[in-house]
């Protein structure tokens, strides 16, 4: 079985993909190289993309410069959940009226009889490359506010959310049910929101992770430490701000058909796949976890190419691939994953039955098996041994 260094490397994985340009090791913000198109949805408007300025505001009314503290306490800060916005008593102002945290929270501080405008968090990591901490604008509209005030509202939301400039999902409501997490990604999708994540012309940043996948990662390696699972299965992805992101994930016992079902059949991910193995060893640790990179024929050439991990066997490439957005992952699942799969672009690579094999043959090997494995260990060992010769030689990839 392939180790961490040897997937690096290149040895189990193809060789010589071209990749996309980025830049290595850079922070920042890249949301705003997109341009994102704009969709009418059912069951109310619902746009994808940023406002334009002067889209369907209202000029009679100012911004209270509270409204931008508070926007930067939830996005830049993190240190609220959602941001209730309304007009002031004098008609002429909009200010923020709450903050707080948890989204059964914000929709009770809804009124049933009076609009607002409210900015929420939602985890929308599930759909194409939306994030797991997405900001959702909503118009909330209900039936019972008068009539003139819910054309005010509707008509000034551009006011707002022009200014809210990492906030690409908008969506106007007039009740809970339409403002529930499946009904928003049912809306999205219904709406013909791309799935795909648009990859830029210009240099992109990478490296960073979302707090969930922080999060996640951080508690899988607790769990790893303290022989414990928690999870059946966690699938990455890059989100639209080009961070690593949790997409999916499921406890052991989830049937491993609803797993594959989580691959999506034209986009790229990363999987983190634990297997029960306790009917093949006696071991204290009864299962075996693999990694592997999702990477559909069907998908984007240029997203495919974000997702090699490359390398070409030498100590140079090892360390290339370090930096690529594979490279980076697979380094944080180290002490997590036992077998580094590589690449896989078919359903049939990751079957129960393939997954079940590879661990067999880990574990319960025949006699002509073994002999199979330790001279592609021993082939693997002189390759890794010539890479460390150039390490030793050149001393720049120590």
């Given amino acids: 079985m392939a180790d961490l260094s040897q997937y690096l490397c290149g040895a189990v994985t193809g060789a010589g993909h071209a990749g996309v340009h980025f830049r290595?090791?850079?922070?920042?913000?890249?949301?705003?190289?997109?341009?994102?198109?704009?969709?009418?949805?059912c069951g109310g408007a619902l746009s994808v993309g940023r406002a334009a300025k002067g889209d369907g505001m209202s000029q009679n009314l100012d911004l209270a410069a509270e409204v931008m503290s508070a926007y930067s306490d939830m996005v830049d800060d993190r240190s609220v959940d959602y941001v209730i916005y309304k007009?002031?008593?004098?008609?002429?102002?909009?200010?923020?009226?709450?903050?707080?945290?948890?989204?059964?929270?914000?929709l009770a501080s809804l009124p049933a009889d009076?609009?607002?405008?409210?900015?929420?968090?939602?985890?929308?990591?599930?759909?194409?490359?939306?994030?797991?901490?997405?900001p959702v604008f909503f118009t909330w509209l209900p039936p019972a506010a008068p009539e003139a005030q819910r054309a005010l509202y509707e008509r000034s939301s551009g006011l707002l959310s022009q200014e809210f400039d990492v906030v690409v999902v908008s969506t106007t409501v007039s009740g809970p049910a339409e403002a529930s997490h499946?009904?928003?990604?049912?809306?999205?999708?219904?709406?013909?929101?791309?799935?795909?994540l648009e990859l830029p012309d210009h240099d992109i940043s990478i490296g960073r992770f979302a707090g969930k996948a922080?999060?996640?990662?951080?508690?899988?390696?607790?769990?790893?430490?303290?022989?414990?699972?928690?999870?059946?299965?966690?699938?990455?992805?890059?989100?639209?701000?080009?961070?690593?992101?949790?997409?999916q994930t499921g406890d052991l016992a989830v049937a491993h058909d609803e797993f594959l079902a989580g691959l999506p059949a034209d986009e790229c991910r990363w999987v983190l796949y634990t297997l029960d193995i306790s009917s093949l060893t006696s071991e204290h640790e009864p299962t075996y976890t693999f990694f592997f990179t999702w990477i559909p024929r069907v998908a984007p050439e240029r997203n495919r190419n974000l997702f090699y991990l490359g390398g070409d066997g030498t100590a140079m490439g090892a360390y290339e691939t370090r930096f690529t957005p594979t490279g980076m992952l697979a380094d944080k699942v180290e002490e997590i994953a036992e077998c580094f799969m590589g690449d896989v672009s078919g359903l049939s690579e990751v079957s129960y039955e393939r997954l079940w094999e590879m661990a067999r043959r880990r574990f319960k090997r025949a006699e002509a098996e073994k002999q199979e494995d330790e001279e592609a260990d021993r082939r693997l060992r002189q390759e890794d041994a010539i890479i460390q010769g150039e390490v030793a030689e050149g001393g720049l990839y120590r």
Avoid at 24 to 41: C, E, L, M, P, T
Avoid at 115 to 128: I, N, Q, V
Wanted: glycine share 10%; charged share 30%; with cysteine.
């Fill in 24 to 41: 290595r090791n850079s922070v920042g913000n890249v949301a705003d190289g997109h341009r994102f198109v704009i969709f009418q949805g």
């Fill in 87 to 106: 007009i002031d008593d004098d008609g002429s102002t909009i200010v923020p009226e709450k903050s707080g945290d948890g989204y059964d929270d914000f």
């Fill in 114 to 134: 009076e609009c607002r405008w409210g900015l929420c968090e939602m985890d929308l990591g599930s759909y194409g490359a939306l994030c797991s901490f997405e």
């Fill in 182 to 196: 499946e009904a928003l990604v049912n809306r999205l999708a219904a709406a013909g929101h791309p799935r795909h």
């Fill in 214 to 247: 922080q999060e996640l990662l951080f508690e899988l390696r607790s769990n790893d430490e303290n022989e414990r699972d928690t999870y059946g299965h966690v699938i990455f992805k890059l989100n639209r701000l080009f961070m690593h992101d949790v997409a």
